[in-house]
Each structure stands twice: as structure tokens, then as C-alpha cells.
């Protein structure tokens, strides 16, 4: 089966946590802290498997976790450090965050390997924190939490060319007469499932990928039909061919048909009107003398003034498609080798730096106020209040994250209570 989009769940792993232990032997007076470090989270990577061609994979494991650091030991033992997790994907696979729905990374190109998620960041243990005035700490630096991320991914084929039109105008039996594809050919509506890949050979020495997007319907912008879950495919395009049936054989107006499928390519996403187009006005062997001239020559007038050259063809013959061939190819040289990519919008690795915190002066009680959130929370886990040094960084992370400022602006004055989660101050400026 064919599934080209997908959402999963992943989380880097946690760092393992410092170890408090003393140094305890016969006859070793003072030994001295020897806790040692815990081991680094494993990170989320993911990589390009070319090999792949769909995302069924993901169909059936939806959540993906890298290891966790194992926490130091005594005698100055290091944690064992988490395993990184490997998520393999096709090429041409869009990441993006769920909730906002921007990118994250676009893994096409060089773009090959990304380590989406890092994972914490072993703690310290009690050996780094001894000084002179502190010879027997009793605390250590726990892990750096694990992140995580609900993603979307999202298969973007990598072509060249874009085959378009309405069901059953022939872009499966074009597919197959220009290219090694052999797609499913049926005298009947909505026959291709999926997008099909060709590779058009022109004389062993120029070529390119081209493929066929599913049948196009009115309202495929808005959802409708099958069209909606395919037109990602056509955004890495260079080149846009309309396959449309110039001989009516279905009683649709050709001419209308371009026009709707340009008002929905434009209604997907407006880059896509701006493509170089090119008409294919195919089934011209269906056409009786002098019908022929007169159905392309309407096609010609419509849409050659826009810059939209037509070739009459006939996909089962071969009448015709060599000359279109040789003009798309020679218009992807004109406009050069550069691949569409999508641009990054998110960037993971901020999350640890963004990690927010809310001031917030109590209802219930007077003169009180609170200062919460995941910042304060992870300051408050590395940081011993009860020593002199831990007090010291505590007050200096406050005015350095701006809660003081926070707080005077909420109108705090001297002798208040500042209540951070289970500890409690008195606020003097």
C-alpha cells in the first residue's frame, strides 16, 4: 500500500542522573565526594533510506523513543549512555510539527541525516560541586529531561515533471509509453491510487523523472475526491504537462478542464500556478479529419497567449509525444538543476532554551506571590538552596531570567512572600 502521509511520536532520552557517594575505605581519612557523572540521553535521528519509497511503515509503530541515560555510580562510576534511535525515511519526506503544522526539515538533497532531538545531557555527580568551604556535598546535578515532538511526515515525490488532468485522459497510458513505469490502465474513473514514477529516456543521453499525480477533480483544493491527497506530489515540480482529452471522448470541454485544474493548483498552493505548463491535448487518434484541426487550434488560441505551448498527441500511437518530450526537456535545462526544497520554520533544538515560566500574584492569599513552570522547575533540580553557593546562583538566575523584573512590575514590595513551588521568601529589594 501506498501511504504518503503519517503522524508518529518522538522522544529523545532522559540523562542519567548524578550519583551522591562518599569516598569509604579503612585507614582513607577525608575520603572525599566520589559520585559519578550519569550517562547522556540517546538522541532521535533520522535518516534517508532510498531503498524506500512509502511511509507504511508508520502505519503500525506510531511512537519512537531513544534510550535513557543510566545514572552514575559511586567510586566515580559514568552512567552508560542512552541509544539513539534511527527513524529511516524515503527521500523527498517533509517533517513538520504537528500542532503548528511548520517544517522542521525536508529530507531531500543533501539533507540525508538529521539529529531531530538531542537527547539530556547526563547530570554531575557530588564529585564537581567539593570546595573548600564545602567539602561533603550532599546533592547532585540530576539529568537533563528527555524532549519530545508530535510530528507529521509527509512524502513530497521528487520528479521533475508533474503529470495533471481530470480521471481517464490518458496520463497512465502516457506514463507507460515514455518511461519504464507500468502503471494500472483501465478504461474507467479514478484507476490510479497513488503516484507512479517513470524515467523519461531520451536517446541515453538526456532524461528526466516524471510523474503521474492522481485524477484531479473540481474542489480537490477543499478535500474533495482524491486529488487533495496527492497534489503534495506535484509541489517539488520543475515542469506541469495538462494531459486533457482533446477528442471529448468522456464529453468533457477540454478548455475547461485546464481552467479548473489551474483554479484548484492555484487554490493549493499559488507557487504552483507559476510553473512552466505545458498542454498534452491527447486521444488526437480518436479525432475525425478536420475535427483535429479545429479542437487543437481552439487550445492553441486559449492558452499559447499565456505562454502555454499545446502538442496534439496520441498516448497509444506515439503521434506526437517524441516533439513534447524534447521541448519539456530542453525547458527543464533552461531553468537549471536546483531541486524545490521547503525552507525550515521550526527549529527543535530551542526548546531547551525556550522553556518558559509564569509570575503570578496570588487571589487567595495577601502579599503572596508565586513564580512556576517547567524553567523554574529545571533550575530548582540542579541547584542546592540550603548552601551558601546554590542560594547565590538562585538569586542570580532570578534577576538573569528577569523574574525580579517580573515581579516589581506585579507590584511586590519589601516584605512580601515569593513562593517558588515548595520554597519560600521573604522579598527585600
Do not use: W
Not at 540517546?42 to 545514572?71: C, M, Q, S
Not at 564529585?127 to 511526515?153: C, D, F, R, V, W
Not at 530551542?350 to 503570578?360: A, D, G, R, W
Request: proline residues 4%.
Amino acid at each position: 500500500m501506498f501511504v504518503d502521509k503519517a503522524k508518529i511520536y518522538v522522544r529523545s532520552g532522559k540523562g542519567g542522573d548524578g550519583h551522591v557517594s562518599f569516598r569509604r575505605e579503612l585507614f582513607v581519612p577525608a575520603g572525599g565526594p566520589n559520585g559519578g557523572d550519569g550517562g547522556k540521553g540517546g538522541d532521535v535521528i533520522f535518516v534517508v533510506d532510498k531503498g524506500l519509497n512509502t511511509l507504511t511503515d508508520f502505519r503500525h509503530i506510531r511512537k519512537y523513543t531513544a534510550g535513557d541515560g543510566e545514572p552514575g555510580g559511586k567510586n566515580r562510576c559514568h552512567g552508560s549512555d542512552g541509544e539513539d534511535i534511527i527513524i529511516k525515511v524515503p527521500e523527498g519526506t517533509i517533517i513538520k510539527e504537528e500542532e503548528s503544522g511548520l517544517v522542521i526539515a525536508d529530507m531531500s538533497g543533501e539533507n540525508d541525516r538529521l539529529v531531530l532531538l538531542k537527547g539530556g545531557r547526563g547530570g554531575k555527580g557530588n564529585q564537581h560541586y567539593a570546595t573548600p568551604t564545602m567539602q561533603a556535598p550532599k546533592y547532585a546535578q540530576p539529568g537533563q529531561k528527555s524532549q519530545e515532538l508530535n510530528l507529521i511526515l509527509e512524502l513530497k515525490v521528487i520528479a521533475d515533471v508533474g503529470l495533471v488532468g481530470f480521471p481517464n485522459v490518458g496520463k497512465s497510458t502516457f506514463l507507460a509509453r515514455v518511461t519504464n513505469a507500468k502503471p494500472k490502465i483501465a478504461n474507467y474513473h479514478f484507476t490510479t491510487l497513488s503516484p507512479n514514477l517513470g524515467v523519461v529516456d531520451l536517446d541515453g543521453s538526456d532524461g528526466f523523472v516524471i510523474a503521474d499525480i492522481p485524477g484531479i477533480i473540481e474542489g480537490a483544493s477543499e478535500g474533495v475526491g482524491l486529488g487533495y491527497e496527492f497534489l503534495r506530489h506535484i509541489e517539488r515540480t520543475r515542469v506541469i504537462i495538462h494531459i486533457v482529452d482533446a477528442a471529448g471522448v468522456e464529453g468533457r470541454d477540454p478548455i475547461n478542464d485546464i481552467h479548473m485544474i489551474q483554479k484548484e493548483l492555484a487554490a493549493y498552493n499559488e507557487l504552483l500556478a507559476g510553473r512552466p505548463q505545458v498542454i498534452a491535448a491527447n486521444k488526437i487518434d480518436a479525432l475525425y479529419e478536420g475535427e483535429n484541426d479545429d479542437a487543437i487550434q481552439l487550445l492553441k488560441e486559449e492558452f499559447e497567449p499565456q505562454g502555454m505551448k499545446v502538442f496534439p498527441i496520441s498516448a497509444v500511437s506515439g503521434k506526437g509525444v517524441r516533439e513534447l518530450l524534447y521541448y519539456v526537456n530542453n525547458l527543464l535545462k533552461e531553468i537549471g538543476e536546483d531541486k524545490i526544497t521547503f525552507e525550515r520554520e521550526y527549529f527543535p533544538e530551542q526548546l531547551e532554551e525556550n522553556l518558559p515560566f509564569t509570575v503570578f500574584k496570588s487571589e487567595e492569599e495577601e502579599n503572596v506571590y508565586h513564580v512556576e513552570g517547567p524553567r523554574i522547575e529545571r533550575m530548582l533540580g540542579y541547584t542546592n538552596l540550603e548552601s551558601e553557593k546554590g542560594f547565590d546562583f538562585f538569586q542570580k538566575f532570578m534577576k538573569d531570567n528577569g523574574v525580579l523584573d517580573e515581579l516589581e512590575a506585579l507590584g511586590i514590595q519589601d516584605g512580601d512572600t515569593v513562593k517558588v513551588y515548595y520554597h519560600e521568601f521573604e522579598y527585600y529589594k
